[in-house]
């Protein structure tokens, strides 16, 4: 005899199906959170670093900055083979257990030489999260990979938010006491364990997309020389994007330490509530700018985001804030975008190498940005004090989003939308939906 429902105890396994790739693209999510936390961990942290090592100047400390960004940029390219070829949920666990593991260290030494060290470990890790991630959450959304870069783009907001935010106030607030971990280290060694355990539990709880997938199998086929000049062009303007924002942040705290005096406290509050809003923004521009919009809105992101932050020194102290909220959004938004844009133009079997080279050169050069910034406002002596000195930093920052806004053409000459093929049997009852199986 025949049912109109189910038995409730049996498995449905295309049900089952959808939910862990819900699970792994939320999980992919926080770790993109804890990647960008731990970037900018130490930014607000600065001045307190500088005192307790006694080191001369804040490009020292920014040094530390601009060397996890070097290190997790140049290996980048080679983590996109990795993720071409190997299990990517394996290795984001790993990644991000090893940057975990690093920052923890970090709260625990005054060598300055072990902090760079440090660094390098936690870079070399971290470069394992976006060619992974990148390719990891489309393969589980074939029909819509845009919108899942879009939604993992909110890691970046919450993880630019938290990181800056919650050193800023556990290096104050704090006052548990272990060896010698000075107040600036605190927050590092909390944050440091709790993405231990977060590693832990994505391992455990995350999946690949189809173990049958093209990136389980070898060997490879080369990106071809188109894709590869293309995405290096792409690289190469961008790169002055990426430069604007990771400078943008360093010079945002060194600005409100020195130009308006803020306490580590309040510049962490300020530089985290500026990265907020690109939680709610990044999915929602890469859903507004569906289709023929798309490029068209990238250029005009970038545009608007140069406008916003060339005049930011002749505000009052009451304006810096919401102007950076606004710049931000743009800054961080257009990752969202060009992401999105890149990614459903090119196959999922090269998706990591993609991510991989375009992280090679616009990576490399923004991570610059943290250590030109402390040597740019090192040497302004005295003048650092007064917040028009920094007028020209801030209109070098605009001239980069101004001339990414050159790279929709660009990014065009990829591919077309659409062109990367199902993976099996992971497909979509209907366009636009946000399920995993049909």
Sequence with gaps: MSTLHPDPGTRNPERDSTLRSHLTLVLCTVLHAFTHAYATMLVPLYLLVQKDLNLPGVAKVSWLVTIYGLVYFLGSYIAGIAADRFDRKVLLGIGLIGNAAAITLMGFTHDYHLLVA??????LAGTLFHPAANALVPAHYPKNPGMAI??????????????????????QAATWHLATVADWQRPLVEAGVAGLVIGVIFLLVAREADKSAPHATAPKAPLGRHLTIQTLLVAFVLGFRDLAGVAAISLSSI????????STAETGFVLGTMMLAATVVNPLLVWFTAGKWRLPSLAIILLLGGAIIATLPHWPLAAVLPLLCGFMTMQLGSYAVSDAAMLERVPNASRGRVTGLFLLWAGTLGSTGPWIMGRWTDALGDAAHDPHAYSWLFFTVALGMWLAAASPPLIAKLG??????????FTETMPGTMSALG
């Design 255 to 262: 600005f409100l330490l020195k130009a308006h005096h803020r």
């Design 416 to 425: 077309r939308v659409g062109q990367s093929p199902p993976i099996e049997p």
């Design 150 to 171: 879009g939604l993992l783009g909110i890691g970046s907001g919450l993880g630019f938010w938290a990181g800056p935010q919650f050193a800023g106030w556990r290096a």
């Design 118 to 123: 440090l660094a390098v470990v936690s870079g």
